[in-house]
């Protein structure tokens, strides 16, 4: 295969990546992004990303994992609640591995963006029963925050009392405290209750830093190396070797 074509090939890649990312924008809908399948003895794992609309940019993972933990009450949590959290993204998607952040007029840098992401992990046993699926998972994230009116309210007040103070504060000059809650929770609801799109198979790369990928792939999958046959599910720019980095190469990545 000529380097020309693999060339095209790659632009093209990219831009089929790129416009996964343009989905039912105006119908403020989440977005859920699957990775594909990875295993590692008798557990299946996929990392998920979670693309929450703009008028809800105040939710964080925090949040979301409270809910659902109170939400499984005296059931066991799935490692999967477990495992929710805000990740720094790339700047740009299959690109350097460079967080994405923009500059502040005093020319400084702003903190970094970031979405929240969860490792689902079953057993290949569990992986047989429905309310074990992924799909399961991300309807129950919908049901807790679409219609648990009354105790969303609840916890959105405690959670900004203890972790928000900031958006408290951001929101003070047009809303008291009963205002700004039933905001919240009305856009929150309205959110969830929308349709949810599901993306599947995409790349680590995708949103991952490189040093997030090698740490899911040593401390989740318990290798030392890539495993060549997951390649392009790990990066959506590999093509015959091309666009790979090296695993002993990759550093942690500063954010000052």
């Known amino acids: 295969m000529s380097e020309d074509t693999n060339k095209r090939q790659m632009i093209n890649r990219q831009k089929q990546y790129k416009m ?4 039912h924008k105006k119908a403020n809908s989440v977005v859920y992004f699957s990775s594909g399948r990875f295993e590692s003895y008798n557990s299946i794992y996929r990392i998920v990303f979670i693309q929450l609309p703009n008028q809800i940019w105040y939710i964080k993972a925090p949040f979301i994992k ?5 939400a499984f009450g005296g059931n066991e949590v799935p490692y999967w609640v477990s495992s929710l959290r805000e990740i720094f993204i790339r700047k740009q998607p299959h690109g350097p591995n460079q ?3 923009t500059k502040k007029t005093s020319g400084e840098w702003s903190y970094p963006k970031s979405m929240v992401a969860f490792t689902h992990k079953i057993s290949r046993a569990a992986s047989l029963f429905e309310r074990h699926s992924l799909s399961y998972a991300i309807a129950k994230i919908h049901n807790i ?7 969303l309210n609840e916890a ?4 900004l009392c ?3 103070r900031g958006v408290i504060r951001y929101f003070t000059e047009k809303f008291n405290q009963k205002a700004l809650l039933d905001k919240f929770k009305n856009d929150v609801n309205k959110i969830f209750k929308a349709k949810r799109v599901v993306k599947s198979n995409i790349p680590l790369d995708m949103f991952m830093l490189d040093w997030d990928i090698k740490n899911f792939i040593q401390k989740d999958i318990g290798l030392k190396c890539w495993p ?3 390649l392009p599910i ?7 070797g091309n666009g790979k980095v090296e695993f002993n190469e990759i550093q942690k990545h500063s954010i000052k």
């Open 66 to 70: 409270m809910m659902l933990e109170n």
């Open 162 to 164: 203890e972790n928000q």
């Open 234 to 240: 790990i990066y959506g720019r590999f093509n015959n």
């Open 228 to 230: 060549k046959d997951k």
């Open 20 to 23: 996964q990312l343009i989905v």
């Open 156 to 159: 959105l007040h405690s959670w």
């Open 99 to 101: 967080l994405d952040r």
């Open 145 to 151: 925050f679409a219609n648990n009116t009354n105790r």
